[in-house]
């Protein structure tokens, strides 16, 4: 973990940017705050961790722009007595702040140096309700059951049936969708009585989610 000591500017400003930015839900700020990013980013990074904006890590993916998680975060409307799904785990980021705000994090991801990696970072910041499986988002586990939340944090030209039959009722995804190179639009979609009921959100650009387990580096 980061040095004990008074926060830098960076910091300060990190939840200045936020607020601005349109973020209110307390919760969700207490956890962006309470999370240090430059344990996640990579080295060289470190001067970086706590601007606005998206960080490459191993594998040629990237930890994502603060305000993107933070928003993703807060369209989840996230309950302490949620259990959610993270696909594409990444640096471990964004599980650590779901672990703030939900009973428990499943978080998948087809890289095993970012699993390992991830996991590791959130055992040493206590993150005890986060579950890192080493695994293919396109093809979830028959075991790992539903979910009330679903997030996905790489870009799906379209999200397959397999993944929203894993919402419970009056569940929650978000997800970006769109081409793999180029913008995406962040999609919400709720599990209703009557079905699924999709919303446009913001434009964004995330790496492409692929299917299988990547192959050793």
Not at 12 to 33: E, H, P, T
Not at 65 to 80: C, N, S
Not at 171 to 193: C, K, S
Request: charged share 30%; with cysteine.
């Amino acid at each position: 973990m980061s040095p004990a000591g008074p926060p830098p500017p960076e910091k300060m400003m990190f939840q200045l940017s936020l607020r601005r930015r349109g973020i209110s839900d307390q919760r969700v700020l207490r956890a962006m705050d309470s999370v240090p990013r430059d344990v996640f980013v990579e080295s060289d990074d470190r001067d970086d961790a706590w601007r606005d904006t998206a960080l490459g890590i191993a594998c040629g993916q990237t930890i994502s722009q603060p305000f993107v998680v933070a928003y993703m975060t807060e369209r989840l409307e996230l309950r302490d007595d949620h259990r959610v799904l993270e696909i594409g785990t990444g640096s471990g980021y964004q599980a650590a702040i779901l672990s703030r705000l939900c009973r428990e994090v499943v978080t998948i991801e087809r890289f095993r140096v970012l699993a390992d990696r991830a996991r590791a970072r959130l055992e040493q910041l206590d993150c005890d309700n986060v579950e890192v499986m080493l695994g293919d988002g396109f093809d979830i586990p028959a075991g790992a059951g539903q979910f009330d939340r679903i997030m996905v944090t790489a870009a799906m030209e379209q999200i397959p049936d397999a993944l929203t039959a894993r919402i419970e009722p009056d569940g929650l995804l978000i997800a970006p969708v769109g081409p793999h190179n180029g913008r995406q639009t962040l999609m919400l979609l709720r599990r209703t009585n009557a079905g699924l009921v999709r919303k446009e959100l913001i434009d964004v650009r995330f790496v492409p989610a692929l299917p299988g387990i990547a192959r050793e580096l």
